[in-house]
């Protein structure tokens, strides 16, 4: 039984490009949530999404940050024009529907701009 | 706004040497506190949930406790393998959302 699954776990991206981090829950999860960990700084909330729904997005910065969670496929959080304050650990976490209060979270992506 | 605090930042232990982890929290309406295991370079690992005052949890050498104003995280007898950051985090309000707000951590360092 496969837990959270991130990919990359490492993505260096120069200033200006796109970055896109990959996230499948755990077989039987369709709640997904990202979490963002800047040095120094604590696990700060993203967004949370269901199966083609945003449930809550009041963590995600208003520019360049979007998120997916398509029917079918891992869910997406996109980062467009890069900038060098954007680097940080990307965690995934998952939940059923029955057991939200528990999360399971993957490894995480390592950004890091250059 | 809430918030959660945790303290103190680092502990170093000697094996064997029993401590507590504090964390502090404010919060509009508290559905949960949860506690997590962080090793280097992995994702948190779910250890407890707690939900009202009074309750406890325990788990190995791990036992969580919670007041109203905060929870703390005794480790009895710690072994190296213990040694990890331990975060601490609440859910608050109504509604469908799963956000959950970390505190900083602790980071725990078990010498043998």
């Known amino acids: 039984n496969a837990g959270v699954m991130q990919n990359p776990r490492h993505l260096v991206r120069r200033r200006g490009q796109e970055a896109r981090l990959r996230c499948s829950p755990m077989?039987?999860?369709?709640?997904v949530y990202w979490y963002r960990q800047l040095p120094e700084e604590g696990l700060k909330f993203m967004v949370y999404?269901?199966?083609?729904?945003?449930?809550?997005e009041s963590g995600m910065p208003k520019e360049r940050f979007s998120a997916e969670f398509p029917k079918e496929g891992p869910s997406i959080l996109r980062i467009q024009q890069v900038v060098r304050g954007d680097s940080a650990a990307y965690f995934c976490?998952?939940?059923?529907?029955?057991?939200?209060?528990?999360?399971?979270f993957g490894s995480g992506t390592q950004l890091s701009v250059l | 706004e809430d918030q959660v605090t945790q303290s103190p930042e680092a502990l170093r232990l000697q094996e064997g040497e029993s401590s507590s982890l504090n964390c502090s929290y404010t919060v509009s309406g508290l559905r949960g506190l949860f506690w997590y295991r962080q090793d280097p370079g992995k994702g948190p690992e779910f250890l407890f949930t707690?939900?009202?005052a009074g309750e406890e949890k325990e788990k190995e050498r791990l036992k969580a406790t919670l007041t109203k104003k905060e929870s703390f995280l005794h480790i009895t007898a710690p072994k190296p393998e213990d040694s990890a950051t331990y975060l601490c985090a609440v859910r608050s309000g109504s509604g469908n959302t799963g956000k959950l707000i970390f505190g900083q951590g602790t980071t725990l360092q078990v010498k043998p």
């Open positions: 999404l269901q199966k083609e729904n945003i449930i809550d």
């Open positions: 707690l939900y009202s």
């Open positions: 077989k039987g999860h369709s709640h």
């Open positions: 976490a998952s939940s059923s529907r029955d057991s939200r209060e528990k999360l399971f």
